[in-house]
């Protein structure tokens, strides 16, 4: 069946940077957009960050443009999501997913997103 696996989450200091990883298995990663959205305690989940399935369009949540970049290796079925000048505001579990959705762009709205990873917690903190 079809899993996505996050890891690389963990504990850092503010100011800090952190790399995420999202493995496919049980299905071609190439064939679908796929984006990254965070869940912080006590609130609802966001999104962070997409990307188109040739790695041609990408789309980042306004407070972290420029600091995060979303990558993707459709040949080792793995995405990517690398982290920089970290704050505690950033702290979350951290979801990726797929997306069907047949534009060649992408947004981060969770209706376009169908398979969901369990998450990688990101603690920032000194």
């Known amino acids: 069946q079809l899993q996505l696996a996050e890891s690389g989450g963990g504990l850092v200091q503010p100011g800090g940077s952190l790399n995420l990883s999202c493995a496919a298995s049980?299905?071609?990663?190439?064939?679908?957009?796929m984006g990254w959205f965070r869940q912080a305690p006590g609130k609802g989940r966001e999104g962070v960050a997409c990307?188109?399935?040739?790695?041609?369009?990408?789309h980042y949540r306004d407070s972290v443009q420029g600091r995060f970049t979303i990558s993707r290796d459709n040949d080792k079925n793995t995405l990517y999501l690398e982290m920089s000048s970290l704050t505690p505001e950033h702290t979350a579990v951290y979801y990726c997913?797929?997306?069907?959705?047949?534009?060649?762009?992408?947004?981060?709205?969770?209706?376009?997103?169908?398979?969901w990873g369990q998450g990688t917690q990101v603690t920032v903190s000194s």
């Open positions: 997913a797929t997306s069907s959705h047949a534009s060649s762009s992408c947004r981060t709205d969770a209706s376009d997103y169908g398979s």
């Open positions: 049980g299905f071609r990663m190439g064939a679908y957009k």
């Open positions: 990307i188109n399935r040739r790695s041609t369009f990408t």
